[in-house]
Structures are given as structure tokens and as C-alpha cells.
Nanobody, 125 residues
């Protein structure tokens, strides 16, 4: 297990940008893939993006591909989600999570073992 704390959420206008951060502590970070998920009330948590342990490979949901970028800084135990050209449908609580070890990228939330508390992102039209 590792403790994860997201930050950077807030209110942004459609077409704008936002950068989310997720700081890890108290456990292993650099040897695990990391992921971002989001959830709106009444819906299941959905996969957004994931990155391998060294950042060499990434994977995105079709809905955010080309607009969002996931990255990590293992020296700072932090993973980021750069959100560009945001849309009202991107409004959700965003969670970071620790995934499988090394280079496995998964879209299944059940394969992620540690989760942050989430940060709210609201996109106004």
C-alpha cells in the first residue's frame, strides 16, 4: 500500500487547461505503473490514463486521447495529469491509483491497489 494525495482540481472554463498532481508516500511508487480514473455521481469509476513505471509507455481512454497527457517524476514520487481543451463532460472527481508493477498498463480499476481521496474538476460551458 502507498498513500496518494491528489491536488490541482478546480473550476475551469471549457477549452481551458488544468494540471492535476498526485503525490505518493509511505510505500513503493517508482516500480509501479500509475493510473488516473474519474467518477461522476451515479456512474461507475472510469479509466482515464495510465503510465508505466519509468514513463516509457502510456495509455488513454478514447474520450481524452489527444487532450490529456499523463507523466511522472519518480524522483518526486509524483504523477501528473495535464488536461488541455477540457470539455464540460470532463467534469468529475479525479482519482490517482497505483497499478500493477513495472510495465503493465491496465484499464481495470480492480487491478489498482491504492487510491487517493480524489480531486474535483468542474468544467463550465
Amino acid at each position: 500500500q502507498v498513500q496518494l494525495v491528489e491536488s490541482g482540481g478546480g473550476l475551469v472554463q471549457a477549452g481551458g487547461s488544468l494540471r492535476l498532481s498526485c503525490a505518493a508516500s509511505g510505500g513503493s511508487f517508482s516500480t509501479y505503473s500509475m493510473g488516473w480514473f474519474r467518477q461522476v455521481p451515479g456512474k461507475e469509476r472510469e479509466f482515464v490514463a495510465a503510465i508505466t513505471w519509468r514513463g516509457g509507455s502510456t495509455r488513454y481512454a478514447d474520450s481524452v486521447s489527444g487532450r490529456f497527457t499523463v507523466s511522472r517524476d519518480n524522483a518526486k514520487n509524483t504523477v501528473y495529469l495535464q488536461m488541455n481543451r477540457v470539455k464540460p463532460e470532463d467534469t468529475a472527481v479525479y482519482y490517482c491509483a497505483r497499478g500493477p508493477k513495472f510495465s503493465t498498463l491496465s484499464t481495470y480499476s480492480s487491478l489498482y491497489d491504492s487510491w487517493g481521496q480524489g480531486t474535483q474538476v468542474t468544467v463550465s460551458s
